[in-house]
């Protein structure tokens, strides 16, 4: 790279890093599926919780051995044909990229389902969300990632203190009883709930832009796993056992609802945290869906592998944008959007257990990489049976 390149461009560093895998991650599922879980399986709609936590520890873990592996390798493409045929790679790999544009909708569509913007239609808003956040991609992966680190740690210090605040108020008679639909009925809310555990990858996408990526990436990883899991597990008991499951299912806002029941008037403060979030999770997405689009778009279409002096992929955000942006046009439901995102997700994380454990030569990883793809399977296979 030359060196009038270099004066406009700095790597991710660790915090960045960290900040796209939890922005990527908690977004605007962690403030609607609550409730659509607990509506679905009562009390028990925690083991959907608990499930997807293994899945995702495990297929997380696998990511983490590859990364080391293949160090600095780009946006997953090229890592899996390590694996995989050129062509089934690329099958993979398109799979995931409709997946993040589905992820990117999704996200917009909650936004503005929480926005009412100056009388605004919902789609047009959204439309426009997506648009600017296209546009600060555009100006540089440094203010980019600087953007998603601040919108991260907004949104995840309130979400502790909430977790935090209705801790004296759980009621062990509020998880009783626990399965009121049915011992089995969490496997059906567990597709809906894998939705906030996805986009912990992106962390690992960005691999070419980082210094020393074979200890960064996995510490990254590592780092989202512990993060993710204690603020999903911890604030799912505090919300079903403050105010009840059935409560939770009655409202669309389930920790609006349980803050406000408890702390009146802080409504509206949580509804700020949800958007903030949201708008976190809308930016990783579509950062680290550029990067994959570049990554394998660039190897048929060369005007995809071209870079602007700050190193962004040009054309692969136009791209990202101008797709979504019609998606939302199109098609503006968010649950069928996160359904329609994890399955596409869902597919290409059990070929990375898959990858891990044919390039693996670790009885551990191994073990990781059958618990992702049983666990993974059976969460995916729920989504057609429910």
Request: aromatic residues 12%; hydrophobic residues 60%.
């Amino acid at each position: 790279m030359a060196e009038n390149e270099n004066a406009n461009y700095r790597p991710l560093r660790l915090v960045d890093l960290i900040g796209l895998g939890v922005g990527g991650t908690i977004g605007s599922g962690i403030f609607v599926v609550p409730a659509i879980s607990a509506g679905m399986a009562g009390p028990s709609s925690l083991l959907a919780w608990v499930l997807c936590a293994i899945s995702f520890g495990a297929v997380l873990a696998c990511l983490i051995w590859l990364s080391r592996r293949f160090a600095g390798m780009g946006a997953f493409y090229t890592l899996f044909t390590k694996a995989f045929s050129e062509r089934l790679s690329g099958a993979i790999v398109v799979c995931y990229i409709v997946s993040g544009i589905l992820g990117v909708a999704t996200v917009a569509a909650a936004i503005g389902s929480c926005v009412d913007f100056f009388g605004m239609p919902a789609p047009i808003f959204e439309a426009v969300v997506v648009i600017a956040f296209g546009a600060l991609n555009l100006s540089g992966v440094a203010l980019s990632a600087w953007v998603e680190d601040v919108l991260t740690v907004l949104k995840v210090l309130p979400l502790l203190l909430i977790t935090l605040a209705l801790m004296p108020f759980i009621s062990t008679a509020n998880f009783t009883p626990f399965s009121p639909h049915g011992s089995f009925a969490f496997l059906g809310s567990a597709v809906v709930v894998y939705w906030c555990f996805t986009g912990f990858e992106l962390s690992a996408i960005p691999s070419r832009r980082v210094m020393d990526p074979e200890s960064t990436v996995p510490r990254s990883l590592l780092y989202v796993f512990v993060i993710v899991v204690a603020i999903y597990l911890s604030i799912n008991v505090a919300l079903i056992g403050s105010v009840g499951s059935a409560a939770l299912a009655s409202t669309l806002s389930p920790i609006s609802y349980a803050v406000d029941n408890f702390f009146k008037g802080f409504g509206p403060v949580v509804l700020a945290i949800a958007i903030i979030s949201m708008l976190s999770a809308l930016n990783a997405y579509l950062f680290g869906t550029s990067l994959v689009i570049e990554s394998f778009a660039g190897k048929y279409v060369p005007a995809f592998a071209r870079e602007s002096k700050r190193r962004v992929p040009v054309l692969s955000i136009l791209l990202c944008t101008t797709v979504t942006v019609a998606l939302l046009l199109a098609m503006d439901r968010f649950v069928f959007l996160a359904s329609a995102s994890v399955i596409t997700t869902l597919i290409p994380y059990i070929f990375l257990c898959v990858a891990a454990f044919i390039l693996v030569d670790s009885k551990w990883i191994r073990l990781m990489a059958i618990i992702g793809i049983v666990s993974t399977a059976a969460i995916l296979a729920s989504s057609f049976i429910h």
